[in-house]
């Protein structure tokens, strides 16, 4: 009897495997899971701009969204590869573990987890952007245009990518203009518009003519296009939503990564990566420049975006300091991944304590 | 039947026609008081599937993705009890304070604060194993729950506060101080500065039920503690004095109850459920402690409380169709693309009908007929 049934049990499963192997010669089904909703304007967002991107190269998708970082993250997870899900996009920090958890459990399925650091299985991959390169750019601009020397930072949650970022900023700021200072508030959210618009105002009240964001919604540009200063966009292209304020902004463009990604896994030439692109491969993409910024500073701003591209200049090369004035990179050196990834200390000239 | 002039048009018409009349219960009617709930839920899947029918799905199939497909197998239906079990278990604790006037609304907050104490002490026994440990880790939520509840609890006995704002408002510092604990002092040292913890040691967690399901052992906690709040409820002097407190707290002091000992007392039973559901939680389906401990369960246990009626047994149901709004919202965004944020939409709609049907708790519709 107990054979009969583990024969049969084989049999099954040796006929299931088959069904998913043809499956995926035919076509491939790619999922995408989401931390917000589609109509962010933000970071879930442009993952959904990448999504519509695989479908228009004629690949069948799925997404859910608002998947909270809890207990849930993992039956979502396990339902998709579980329904014929090819590959699995899954693009918040906080689905570490539920994604290597679940890709265990189901190696035919493939997964990509966006801005985590775990590759347990074979078949996780890890993929994020060097928003740092943006944010050079956007210190260049913020440096040459303010009067006040005083630039407001919205920042989200003290991690390296986050602190990783205002230092690009500040940098790239006091090449062009030393006397800046960057003053920070830490908003303790990603998305939260009521919140990100007290900490712009704050920054306003304190002096701030211009105001850049790491997080996600479109509230802090329209605070700065009512206070008549300047703003950033974030993730996508926010200018709409404050023609004047917006100087430009970084774009976050995951449809030429997830386009390649599906593609290879229906042509069997996926393999296990850890991509970090930046502007060079189009992952990052700064959006049209204002009119408001002077046609020199334009100039400036596009040769620096394309010896960024090209690897001429780095964000992080040296010498940079750090807030006592200890050195972080010597002259003439430039920072390496494992030296951006942990990045947990401000660069001289920012104001304020990390909190701890 | 026109015995009365026409007072004001409207009331007019309707006696004259007088078909169906209202009419004012005496009592209300104990029966209609269990059936509501039932009904709520009715109206609410042909309400659902009226929506679903007007975004352009198919309301049937829609429906059979939001409450028969997530739940059709072995799997999916430990996937729904693992859902309703911190529901059930918090709603539990809140019907000890409900149940006697005191309105605890932080649960989310005291779910928090349990699930950082006991992370905390999970944390110190970081890579050592030990039949001890667990015990210990599931104590420690339990006391950081009571610990975070007493404290609207004691300010509204002694201060006399308002325990619906003080709970409240103690929800966003309790997550506050979790940021502040996963982002600096608890972080991973081998994390990258990620918000996170380490993984606790297998003895710091939940015993899984049956290998390849998600299903734990926190389960057993949610129905020991419905067993005693129904032992509670309808067996004890306790049990009785909340009843009293809860219909009149004149009545209550009359009778020379002494009111601040329940009240404490209930916001501590009531905590230590909210404690218990974190530590479910973090010692069961996540292993660790992060920034999202709970998608809002202690805000949702609200409904769920109510939609049982308060009653031990009604809340093990109302648990279980809540949690189901959750899977079903996910079924139903993979296989239909139908918006995940609609199962939200039927949980507003379960509550929002449930205090629409009440009305029938205190008037009656009459069929008069059209006799003469």
Known sequence: MHKIFTRSLVSSLVFLFTLTVSAVAKDVKAAFVYIGPTGDHGWTYQHDVGRKAVEA??????????????????????????????????????????????AKEFPNVKFEHATGYKREHPNVSTYAARFYEGRAILGTIAGSMTKSNVIGYVASFPIPEVIRGINSFT?????????????IVWAFTWYDPGKESEAAKALIDQGADIIAQHTDSTAIVQIAEKAGVYAFGQASDMD????????????????????DRVKAVANGTWSQKDTWHGIGDGMVVISDLDSAIPSDLQAKVKKLQADLASGKVHAFTGPIYDQKGGLMVAEGKTADDGMLAGMMTYVKGVEGDIPK | MLKRLPQKNLECLWEEEKLIKIVKRDQPSRAIFFLTPVLAIFLTLFAGGLIFYILGFKPFEALKFFFIVPIADMYGFSELLLKATPLCLIAIGLSFCFKSNNWNIGAEGQLTFGAI???????????????YILPIVILAGAIGGMLYASIPAILKTYFNTNEILVSLMLVYVSKLILDYLVVGPW???????????????????LPILFEGLRIHAGIFLALAAVVVSWFVFYKTYLGFQMKVSGFSLKTAKYAGYKGKKMIILVFLISGACAGLAGVGEITGPIGQLHREVSPDYGFTAIIVAFLGRLHPIGI???????????????????FMQIPKYTGQVFQGMILFFLLASDYLLFFKIKFTGLKK
């Open chain 1, 171 to 183: 940098l790239a700021a006091q090449k062009v203009n030393p006397n800046i200072k960057t003053k």
């Open chain 2, 117 to 131: 104490v006991s992370g905390g002490v999970a944390l110190l026994f970081y890579n050592q194993e030990g039949f």
């Open chain 1, 240 to 259: 709409k939503f404050a023609p004047k304020a917006v100087l430009t902004s970084v774009e976050n463009n995951w449809g030429p990564y997830y386009v």
């Open chain 2, 187 to 205: 972080s991973n040292p081998e994390g990258f500065n990620f918000p996170e913890t380490r993984q606790f040691s297998d003895s710091a967690k």
């Open chain 2, 316 to 334: 093990i149901f109302a648990s279980l169709i809540v949690a189901i709004t959750y899977l079903g919202a996910e079924t139903a965004q993979i």
């Open chain 1, 57 to 102: 190269a004629g690949y069948k998708t799925t997404y859910v969204e608002g998947v909270p970082e809890s207990a849930d993250a993992e039956r979502v997870l396990r339902q998709l590869a579980n329904s014929g899900h090819d590959v699995i996009f899954t693009t918040s920090f906080g689905y570490m573990n539920p994604t290597n958890k679940v």
